[in-house]
Each structure stands twice: as structure tokens, then as C-alpha cells.
């Protein structure tokens, strides 16, 4: 099976442009997280989905981001305009989840670079 | 590797030895938790996980324990290798979505 995938591994861009996060869970799953990683605060939740329905984005640090998820199989989020703060390596999980008790299985991340 | 911290814990072992990796949770009401492991460049990837209702859990090469009294988890990796370098973390889940993951242990295996 594959797992989830992200797209894509790397970007660098300048500030002030927009930038575009992709992520295809794995098939069934039934919720999709978005976490950032960062040196300094280690990993951190965003937002999260059940069924396409985002059900908690208290993390999400400002208006800039955003996220979707169109269908079961594509999320996105978005960062506009980005500032050399948003740098950091952003991951997608996806579970399986009749119940909490389920693990997350992340995908390998893109490492982003604000200039 | 990329992930976190100048400033992780660090474990250093060497190969062949068993490692004990151990972790604080913060919320007495936690219900869940999980190991992952976290190589560089990679996501973390799912280890093992324990329900609170138990207080060790056994895998392949890999033993969780679990101690609520003083809210502590832990980590055995038995005959470790150097494949086992990498970072690990574990989580904990309140009944909810949330995962609330620690900041990491390196674990750092001499060959």
C-alpha cells in the first residue's frame, strides 16, 4: 500500500509568494492532519479533517494559512503571503478513525524555505 | 538529521545493548499513547502503541511500558542497531484527534 504522500519535498521561494502544500492521504482514511516541525517548538498540530470537514484549526498561526481538503483523496494548504518565519518542515498524517485510538501514518514532509 | 532540536535529550548506546528510552506525560486523563521514530529527512513512522487500560506492551524487538501513577512511558529496544539511530517520540491522545507528541529523544547507536 502506499503510504502518504506529499508534494513537494522541497520549496524555496521569497517572501510575500504564495505557496501551495499537496498531500494525498492513504486510501480509506478517514482523517488528515497537517503538522509543522520546527526546531524550536518540535512538532505541532495545524488542522485536522474528518471526512473532507476540517474540525479543528485552532492551530493554525494566522490568516495566512489555510487549508482544504476537496476530496477524500487531496488536501492542500496554503500559505499566503509567506514570511521567512513560515519556514519549516510541514508533514500530513493520515488515520484510520472509528475511535481516537488509532496511530497517525505521516508522510516524509516538505521542507520549506521562505528567502 | 533535520528534524528537531539542536537541544534534544540524547541516548547513546552502544550496539548490541538494550535502550530504554523514557517519556513524561502531561495529562492524567490521556487514554492513548504512541511511540514513533523519526529518521532524518523522513516522517516520523509509527513504533508501537499502549491503551491505558494496560501497562506493557510487547512487539518485535520492541517493549512499551506504561505507568500511570506518575505518568511515565517508556521505551526498550532490545539488541539495539545501528538502523535504530534516530529520533523518537512519543504521544499521548485524549479522547480526541489531538496528539500531543513530546519533543523527541536522538538516539545515537555506536557501531
Known amino acids: 500500500d502506499a503510504g502518504v504522500i506529499q508534494s513537494p519535498r522541497h520549496e524555496v521561494t521569497e517572501m510575500g509568494q504564495e505557496v501551495t502544500l499537496r498531500c494525498k492521504p492513504i486510501?480509506?482514511?478517514?482523517?488528515l492532519f497537517w503538522y509543522r516541525q520546527t526546531m524550536m517548538r518540535g512538532l505541532e498540530l495545524l488542522i485536522y479533517?474528518?471526512?473532507?470537514?476540517?474540525?479543528?484549526d485552532s492551530g493554525m498561526p494566522e490568516d495566512r494559512f489555510s487549508a482544504k481538503m476537496p476530496n477524500a483523496s487531496f488536501s492542500t494548504l496554503k500559505i499566503q503571503p509567506s514570511e521567512p518565519r513560515d519556514s519549516a518542515v510541514y508533514f500530513c498524517?493520515?488515520?484510520?478513525?472509528?475511535?481516537?485510538?488509532?496511530?497517525?501514518?505521516f508522510g516524509d514532509g516538505t521542507r520549506l524555505s521562505i528567502l | 538529521g533535520e528534524s528537531v532540536g539542536l537541544h534534544l535529550p540524547t541516548l547513546s548506546v552502544q550496539e548490541g545493548d538494550n535502550s530504554i528510552i523514557n517519556c513524561a506525560y502531561s495529562?492524567?486523563?490521556?487514554?492513548?499513547f504512541i511511540w514513533y521514530k523519526q529518521e532524518s529527512g523522513k516522517g516520523p513512522q509509527f513504533i508501537i502503541d499502549?491503551?491505558?487500560?494496560?501497562d506493557k506492551r510487547q512487539g518485535q524487538r520492541v517493549t512499551v511500558l506504561l505507568n500511570k501513577t506518575v505518568k511515565h512511558l517508556s521505551l526498550q529496544i532490545a539488541a539495539t542497531q545501528p538502523g535504530d539511530s534516530a529520533v523518537y517520540f512519543c504521544?499521548?491522545?485524549?479522547?480526541?484527534?489531538?496528539?500531543?507528541f513530546g519533543a523527541g529523544t536522538r538516539l545515537f547507536v555506536k557501531a
Open positions: 504521544a499521548e491522545n485524549t479522547g480526541g484527534f489531538k496528539t500531543i
Open positions: 486510501s480509506g482514511h478517514d482523517y
Open positions: 495529562n492524567s486523563a490521556s487514554d492513548y
Open positions: 498524517a493520515s488515520s484510520l478513525g472509528s475511535g481516537n485510538n488509532q496511530p497517525q501514518h
Open positions: 479533517f474528518n471526512n473532507n470537514v476540517p474540525i479543528d
Open positions: 499502549i491503551r491505558s487500560n494496560m
